[in-house]
């Protein structure tokens, strides 16, 4: 193999294609580019590791907002890490109450953060094929003034709705409270303003619409209100708070070890972004995703679940077949063995499945998929 005929990294082409394509919300299928940074090693505490580190928070916080008094804070962990760590975090130790609005796994995970946190919780279940009810939710304000907070997920990825963040938004500085959005999967993947939304503190992860690998989630906060939640936190490593000092006095050093190799990579999705032309062209590239998943799906005879008005264009369910013979296990095989992994249903009463439209996925794979749905249907 010659190694010089070409300015790509000689590694490159000692990388393994996937054996399949990831449907799924994440961790996604990448790019071959985004796998290819990882195979080098770097120093925690060196400043070329931390540059990029800063490079990356200064860059998160210009895609969330054209706006200023935004910073950022990256957290070690899965995306639930970084919920956790925001809510131990922003909830005061003493009267502090979170009102939480739920309609899918996700909601209800933030529900759960705060029982194992003893923090005072609210919790508004719409259901999950419904958005939160907006009249119950100024309500809810109006009555219980001991309130200080409310959390939302943006895309249920339980589902794939969306819910109106903005609208929520609103109701909430009307009181005012503190609003808090789980954005894991829409952030870098639907265009919207942090600051139009209202969102005081908004999270995300490396492995969603950024199309990173796994092993952090990031925060985007008002500064003015991280700037009050020192000693809020019930948990050393997952202080949001203390990880932002750090970051910021150590211009981009973490507390504890870093992963490294995975915010390499992270950067370099970032890098691969800003090519495609930013959050808007993702966008577009996922709405089309969608939009030829959805009428080839229905062509074969699936119906979809969420309301079309509701729908994101991240993921997507599909009712199960009705027939007897369906088995999503055996499906799943099928579509596995022709190069592509789809998502089991994670509703609750109701048989569905689920498939993707982010990551490193481009119309022509959805319709290679489609060819092989087709061929899969055993029932
Ligand atoms: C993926 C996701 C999370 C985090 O899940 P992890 O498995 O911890 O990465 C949280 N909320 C939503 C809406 C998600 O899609």
Not at 71 to 80: F, I, K, W
Not at 105 to 129: D, F, M
Not at 156 to 182: C, S
Request: charged residues 20%; glycine residues 8%.
């Amino acid at each position: 193999m010659d190694i010089n005929l070409s300015n790509k990294p000689f590694d490159y082409y000692f990388i393994p294609d996937n054996p399949y394509l990831l449907l799924t919300p994440g961790p996604l299928s990448t790019s071959k580019s985004v796998r290819t940074v990882l195979l080098r090693d770097w120093c925690t505490w060196d400043d070329d590791y931390n540059s990029i580190v800063q490079e990356i928070r200064a860059e998160l916080v210009r895609l969330a907002t054209s706006k200023s008094g935004y910073t950022s804070v990256l957290m070690q962990g899965s995306g639930t890490f970084s919920v956790e760590s925001t809510i131990g975090t922003m909830m005061p130790k003493e009267n502090g109450k979170l009102l939480v609005l739920t309609n899918g796994a996700y909601g209800e995970r933030i529900g759960q953060i705060t029982k194992y946190l003893n923090i005072p919780c609210v919790i508004h279940n719409s259901g999950e094929l419904h958005i939160p009810d907006l009249e119950r939710l100024e309500q809810e304000l109006k009555q219980d003034s001991s309130i200080t907070h409310v959390a939302v997920v943006h895309c249920e990825t339980t589902t794939g709705i969306l819910n109106p963040v903005a609208e929520i938004g609103r109701i909430v500085k009307q009181y005012p409270k503190i609003f808090f959005v789980d954005a894991m999967s829409s952030f870098g993947g639907i265009p919207f303003d942090v600051a139009e939304i209202h969102a005081d503190f908004l999270v995300s992860s490396a492995n969603k619409c950024i199309q990173g690998v796994p092993g952090f989630g990031f925060i985007i906060a008002r500064t003015e209100e991280l700037q009050k939640c020192a000693h809020n936190a019930r948990s050393l490593s997952l202080d949001a708070y203390a990880q932002w000092i750090e970051m910021e006095k150590g211009k981009g050093k973490w507390r504890f070890t870093s992963p490294t190799h995975t915010v390499r990579a992270f950067k370099q999705a970032l890098v691969e972004l800003q090519e495609e032309g930013g959050i808007p062209a993702r966008y577009k590239r996922y709405s089309e995703n969608h939009k030829i998943l959805v009428e080839g799906m229905e062509q074969l005879g699936f119906e979809t679940v969420i309301k079309k008005e509701w729908q994101s264009p991240i993921i997507t369910s599909f009712h199960s077949p009705k027939s007897e013979k369906y088995q999503f296990k055996k499906f799943y095989e099928l579509l596995k063995s022709k190069g592509f992994v789809i998502y089991p249903g994670k509703l609750t009463g109701l048989d569905a499945f689920r498939i993707g439209n982010i990551g490193h996925i481009f119309p022509d794979d959805i319709r290679n998929l489609l060819a092989a749905i087709k061929t899969a249907i055993f029932w």
